[in-house]
């Protein structure tokens, strides 16, 4: 149909860039579609490791579903409670959804802290709650700080749609990426000799993509930070129960409990069960706040982004069978664990270091800066178009993760099945090797040219126009996100 | 434990503190007194009826009949594409059966008349998000939607709070049984400019909430026509579009479009839900349908925010594509929701009651404006709150819904059993005849 209309017909927001979609990151989502790897019809098709999945222990569930059909108001057992629950669209959320949500958080957290239902609020996803949160807190113009690298998802999920910038925090390879309180006060101070009001910090811990978590003395002196400057700390711990070996995870909600001094009025958490449970289709994203009037906003505001009942009734059963939790949990840690060694002892027997200091999350943060031709954004966009086109893997490059330092990338370990990941891993292996061979050998014209547009990495005024190398979630034609 | 500091309360946003989200309304304070007070048949039968709440419930029986035969436990078992890969599935694109099968349901509803393309289709977490979606995606902050009055109190908080879009209401009135005409269009309009706020689209309910009617096809004609010369957009609502009680009377703006060759579609988008026509509100299904490629695209981007569970999407796909069952659906819920609103309307003809003639929805637009002291919105809230406490039934007052006219009250008739109903009628009865007598033995001062 010829768009014949006026182009100004939509609005600025939908004009724009904003959605993040518009990068040369769609490359390796394209390459992926077009020729996805399948263990017997496609053997030598892309394999997909730019996803943040989870599925290493569906059959768990898959069993535990088998056995409680009444989870399900559609089965014949269930049916009784069919009505009551496709009739109630309070945005309270079902209080059987919230406190299973609430006490699974808490064993998730070792039940060293406890959750206050009443204080969970639902939203479409994680994906919802940063926009709703972003809502809530800041007035567009003001800004957010965050520190690199961080998940894509984020500029368009705090920014399109409420006008709020993010101010990138950086981190160095130097000392394992770690956020340090210089680096804060670092990117406050800028923001204030700029005229931009900073209205709160955004940390994610467990990290993505780093797969670090948080030590006890910084997540101290973080809080301590935002209590000092009064801004909000928002802190998505999506990944919470992805923490497989020593040391243990250290949620925000333990530090509060210490003695420190803080307004709970500045502390919000989001949380989802994309990434613990591996159910991001069922988009159960949660906020939990310690301010009521943040508690009472979100809820008006999680209209927009409800949990179907049929879902939070189903949770709510699987959530509650406190005996399946606590097995699945530890079973998940287990088996996460392994695959991570597997795969980091066949990155390591290759050459190819990763950061030592993970220990969480679905995917491993992989040094291949050893590999690029020059310490530059470009040549690791180079290269990583000569690991989806050549090797075949779809990895994320760590520029779309605003990270600093060239030739890290994200490699997602948790969402295939053990054949295809030592498909993955032999297909290193040779790239790598064949890669030392050739090293001295200047590269011939790549397979692909894309729009080599010239990269600087964002800055404080991140405008997604001029930032190509962006934050891009997912793929316009199929699936999904990281 | 964290040492609590006294400090001055640090800021929220601007849209935290509004009160754009509406809920200080009447609309919602009925709500409130019912939930305090709720009727129930056995245990409260003096309790507040709930008739604010435009939920349909006749209807559930088919849908667990049909439940009860296609489990979704059969899909969880291993071999099929079971729990593991719905579970996994979040592409904003949506399931394709699933979008195969709105197409098909909506066409359905329009017996046939109109077209839909499933790859048209936008998911969204009820029309809730639709309506928000599309006014992030048609205006930008400051700049105003034309909606014709009365209508759901929802929208103002739906299409204003977190876009900063204005809503310019088309006045519509009794004269012509609230239809809307060019001359209201026109007018609103010209207020529009004349406030310096620039009008992006017409934002229709057909059917209507709250008249319980459906628009004419010469409206819907001159609507479009407006749009175009204004170079506007249009949506249209139509969530109770399956909920009209003749398939022939309703007619869709897809049904015009197609007459005229889909010429200037592209600045028509049609919203719809399971909320009404299958009474599934708790399962946040919600649709935009939009003629244009680029809006298409765009709500698809955004409806990431608002996506419905793959769970709620694989178990509806299958139901709304088997046809059988959704003929038989559409035909039989259009049976009862009419047969309900004949037994509402007549119960409140006998009471002395006139409603506007109305043939869609799950309401009937009820005319208390004889019993008004006074013919204000002060005085329709008065009796509405009358009516709250002493005939203890939540209806919805006019003004609620931004009528001009005082003395309407929207009253809802399919969330409740036809005993319920009755209750409810009989005690309407009792009030007016109380009324009456009250007028006769002191009549109103002159």
Not at chain 1, 259 to 266: A, Q, V, Y
Not at chain 2, 32 to 60: C, R, T
């Amino acid at each position: 149909m010829v768009f014949k209309l006026n182009s100004q017909l939509l609005s600025r927001i939908a004009s724009g860039n904003g959605h993040g979609e518009d990068s040369p990151y769609f490359d390796g989502w394209k390459a992926y579609e077009t020729d996805p790897h399948h263990p017997t019809e496609n053997p030598n098709g892309v394999i997909q490791m730019g996803l943040a999945e989870n599925q290493l222990c569906f059959d768990l569930i898959q069993d535990w579903l088998k056995k409680n059909p009444k989870a399900s108001i559609c089965t014949p057992e269930g049916l009784n409670e069919f009505r009551e629950i496709a009739i109630f669209q309070d945005y309270h959320g079902l209080p059987e959804f919230r406190n299973a949500v609430a006490n699974f958080m808490g064993k998730v957290r070792g039940n060293r802290v406890t959750y206050d239902p009443d204080r969970i609020v639902m939203s479409g996803g994680a994906t919802g709650a940063h926009e709703t949160i972003a809502f809530c807190l800041a007035d567009p113009g003001e800004a957010f700080l965050v520190p690199t690298p961080y998940y894509p998802g984020f500029d368009r999920d705090l920014r399109w749609r409420t006008g709020v910038k993010l101010i990138p925090v950086d981190s160095d390879s130097s000392n394992n990426f770690k956020v340090t309180i210089e680096a804060l006060e670092n990117a406050y101070e800028m923001a204030q000799l700029d005229n931009i009001k900073v209205k709160g910090l955004l940390i994610t811990n467990p990290s993505n993509p780093l797969g670090t978590i948080l030590d006890r003395e910084t997540l101290r002196s973080i809080v301590r930070f935002i209590n000092e400057k009064n801004i909000h700390l928002v802190c998505d711990e999506i990944y919470a129960a992805t923490v497989f070996s020593q040391p243990d995870f250290i949620s925000v909600a333990e530090i509060l409990q210490e003695d420190i001094e803080c307004n709970l009025d500045l502390v919000h958490v989001v949380y989802s069960l994309s990434k613990d449970m591996g159910f991001p289709g069922l988009r159960v994203g949660i906020i939990y706040s310690y301010n009521d009037a943040v508690v009472s906003c979100a809820r008006k505001m999680s209209s927009f982004g409800l949990v179907s009942t049929q879902t939070q009734y189903l949770v709510a059963s699987m959530l509650s069978d406190n005996e399946f939790v606590e097995k699945f949990i530890t079973e998940s840690k287990r088996r996460l664990a392994a695959r991570y060694r597997v795969f980091t002892h066949g990155l390591d027997q290759a050459g190819i270091k990763c950061l030592k200091t993970s220990n969480a999350g679905l995917f491993l943060w992989m040094d291949l800066s050893g590999l690029l031709k020059e310490q530059t954004v470009e040549a690791e966009m180079e290269l990583w178009r000569v690991i989806i086109h050549e090797v075949k893997l779809n990895v994320s490059p760590g520029c779309s993760f605003h990270c600093l330092k060239p030739g890290w990338f994200r490699v997602c370990f948790a969402n295939m099945d053990d054949q295809t990941m030592h498909v993955a891993l032999s297909r290193i292996k040779t790239f790598v090797n064949k890669e030392a061979d050739t090293k001295k050998k200047p590269k011939k014209s790549l397979r692909w040219q894309g729009s080599l547009k010239l990269l600087n990495p964002p800055r404080i005024y991140d405008d997604f126009i001029n930032s190509p190398h962006s934050p891009m979630p997912h793929s316009p034609l199929v699936r999904a996100r990281n | 434990m964290a040492i609590e500091i006294e400090q001055p309360t640090v800021e929220l946003s601007k849209v935290a503190v509004s009160e754009t989200h509406g809920e200080d309304s009447p609309y919602f304070a009925g709500w409130k007194a019912h939930d305090e007070d709720p009727y129930d048949e056995s245990s409260n039968s003096s309790g507040v009826i709930q008739m604010g709440l435009a939920e349909n419930q006749v209807s559930f029986d088919m849908l667990e009949e049909y439940l009860e035969q296609n489990s979704e436990a059969s899909s969880w078992a291993e071999g099929a594409p079971g729990f593991r890969e719905n579970a996994l599935f979040q592409d904003y694109h949506g399931l394709k059966s699933f979008r195969q099968a709105m197409a098909s349901f909506m066409e359905k509803i329009r017996g046939g008349r109109a077209k839909f393309d499933p790859d048209r289709i936008v998911l969204t977490a009820g029309a809730t998000a639709a309506n928000e979606l599309l006014t992030f995606i048609l205006a930008d902050p400051g700049d105003a939607l034309l909606v014709p009055t009365p209508y759901y109190p929802g929208f103002d908080r739906d299409l204003r709070w977190r876009t900063g879009v204005k809503i310019v209401p088309i006045h519509c009135d009794s004269s012509n049984n609230f239809q809307v005409t060019l001359e209201a269009m026109e007018a609103a309009y010209m207020h529009a400019v004349a406030m310096n706020i620039k009008v992006r689209g017409v934002l229709i309910t057909n059917p209507s909430n709250p008249l319980g009617a459906t628009i004419q096809r010469s409206v819907l004609e001159e609507i479009l026509d407006f749009a175009k010369r204004k170079n506007i957009h249009v949506v249209s609502d139509e969530i109770y579009s399956g909920s009209t009680f003749s398939s022939s009377e309703f007619v869709s703006i897809a049904e015009i479009l197609e007459a005229r060759g889909y010429k200037d579609s592209e600045r028509v988008h049609i919203v719809y839900s399971l909320s009404k026509d299958l009474g599934l509100p708790g399962f946040r299904v919600g649709t935009i349908y939009s003629y244009n490629d680029k809006v298409v695209t765009t709500a698809r981007r955004m409806s990431s925010f608002s996506l419905i569970s793959s769970q709620t999407q694989h178990v509806l796909a299958s139901m709304l594509s088997d046809k059988k069952f959704t003929e038989k659906y559409i035909k039989t819920n259009r049976e009862r929701l009419r047969k309900r609103y004949e037994m509402i309307i007549q119960g409140l003809k006998t009471a002395g009651i006139e409603c506007l003639k109305g043939n869609a929805g799950l309401f009937c637009w009820m005319n208390l404006s004889p019993l008004l002291e006074t013919p204000t919105r002060e005085g329709e809230l008065a009796l509405w709150n009358s009516i709250l406490h002493e005939v203890k039934i939540n209806i919805s007052p006019g003004s609620s819904c931004h009528c001009s006219e005082p003395g309407w009250f929207r009253v809802c008739f399919a969330n409740m059993s036809e005993t319920t109903l009755d209750v409810a009628l009989k005690r309407i009865h009792s009030f007016m005849d109380q009324r009456k007598t009250d007028a006769i033995q002191s009549p109103p001062q002159q």
